[in-house]
């Protein structure tokens, strides 16, 4: 148990320590991500100095061991006369006994140092028999030298080998690299063993000098490396930054910005190109504009100036109606006829007319608290007289308490009309369900028929201006084919969501959702856009009034908004 308490614990701190590390990270991470001038300095930084480390090491170790071989060369040649010169002294001496033997072999010693000092840097010569322990070793300076000449040298010597090593010592308390060399030297009475040891200090000291050298050197060229790489890439990239800040004030409707153009080369071509497509991108945006412009203009004056001859026709139709029982009955048929395409076709001016402010950004919503329960109601109170004509009828499905929201009562409604008059027009004679639910953020309304429904695709083209599912279908209201497109506008001017589903032969479902506050965001309806009896089989097709999230069937909060 207190392993596995000890483990967890481990496992614990060191979550919390990664994702410190990624905190405190992250800020460079969010740099390295979003700049490609810190990106192209970073990697040449990197790669030019693992390439000056790499050629650099390769140099000061070059240049040392040129140094070494040098040091090594002149102690060999100064080896061989030291070795000649301990010769000739010592092969007088026909006995180890010789009484004089000791006095020549300290006089050799002494020639052989040739004066040198190790306190003041020089060489040591030591002179060693140690086949012949009767012979004391003779050293030409009162220094250990243990530690530079060692058992395994002297045991290769003594065997009449020549040996050489490299040490490290302190000598005349400096700590000095030495470079010794040990050699047998025949006599008369048997051969004996000289030690030359020379210090490196002078190598030492210019390997250094090669490895500063080499280094500082280094550490300059990567700096002005990355400075020279800096600099390229800001030529490069500071075109390329000002490009997208142009392009982004030319999405942002600003339609006169341009880059500067310096030079001639492939940067100034850049520039001059973008230059030429923004000149095009906004010769066709005004002139879409002005198209758009006209348009708008043209359908507000039609529909304004449409007025007048409509109210004179009105007036003359009026009179021909209330006097149509005098008239031959063909005639008294035609004055029906007048009076009813008359009032179409006022329906149709007053829906041109919405539009066109709908266009022209004028409409605005004058919104209050208001109870949606009353406003279902009156939406289906008023349909039923066409419900029964058709045989449809409607089934409210609405909450025991009011409904408050901040709506404009006179577009809700307008917005319902229009979804349940199309329902029972399309109903084919099947019960037309009205749902209406809420939460804290939203309130949504369902209108449901079991009529011919929507074929794949058509959920995507039913808010379209004049469009219908059946251009040969007889209409029982008299629409004008923009009803749901004035729908769709009234959504969007309170920040909701007005969506589409069906399915051929299983009916459709349509679903206005609206903030309770007007001006609050919606993350989610507090209905199914897909109607529960088709869940299992069925998938959402939604077209959004305003961006809206996809639902899950049970009518669960889905995700956020888009």
Known sequence: MPVRRTLRTVRREWRVGVRRGRRVAAPARRAWRRSLHLRVVTLTLVASSLLVGAFGW??????????????????????????????????????????????????????????DSAQSGGAIVSLRADNFPELKPVTSVKVDTTSLITPEMVHAVADGQVAQQIRTATIGGVRT????????????????????????????????????????????????????AGLVTRMVVTPV??????????????????????????????AASFNQMAANLQRQIVRLEEMSRLQRRFTSDVSHELRTPLTTVRMAADLLFSEREDFDPAVARSAELLQAELDRFESLLTDLLEISRFDAGFAALDAEYTDLVPIVERVAERLAGLGERVGVTIDLRLPETPV??????????????????????????RPVEVTLATDEAAVAVTVRDHGVGLKQGEERLVFNRFWRADPSRARQTGGTGLGLSIAVEDARLHGGWLEAWGEPGGGAQFRLTVPVRSGDRLVAAPLPLIPRDRAVDARPAAIEAAPAPDDDVAGEPAGVAR
Request: negative net charge; glycine residues 6%.
């Open 58 to 115: 390769f140099i000061a170790n070059r240049s040392t061991q040129i140094l070494l071989d040098r040091a090594e060369d002149e102690v060999h040649a100064q080896m061989l006369g030291k070795v000649e010169y301990a010769y000739q002294q010592l092969t007088v001496h026909r006995q180890v006994f010789d009484r004089t033997l000791p006095a020549t072999i300290i006089d050799t010693v002494n020639r052989l140092a040739d004066g």
């Open 177 to 228: 690299k030495y470079l010794v060399y040990g050699s047998p030297v025949p006599t008369s009475f048997g051969h004996v063993e000289l030690y030359y040891l020379v210090p490196l200090t002078t190598e030492d000291q210019a390997a250094n000098e090669i490895r500063t050298t080499v280094l500082v050197t280094g550490m300059a060229l990567v700096i002005l490396l990355g400075v020279v």
């Open 241 to 270: 930054r000002v490009a997208a800040r142009t392009a982004q004030r030319l999405s942002a409707g600003l339609l006169d910005q341009r880059m500067k153009v310096d030079g001639e080369d492939d940067l100034a071509l850049l």
């Open 404 to 429: 408050i929201a901040e709506v404009d009562p006179r577009r809700i409604e307008r917005v319902l009309r229009n979804l349940v008059g199309n329902a029972v027009e399309h109903g084919e004679g």
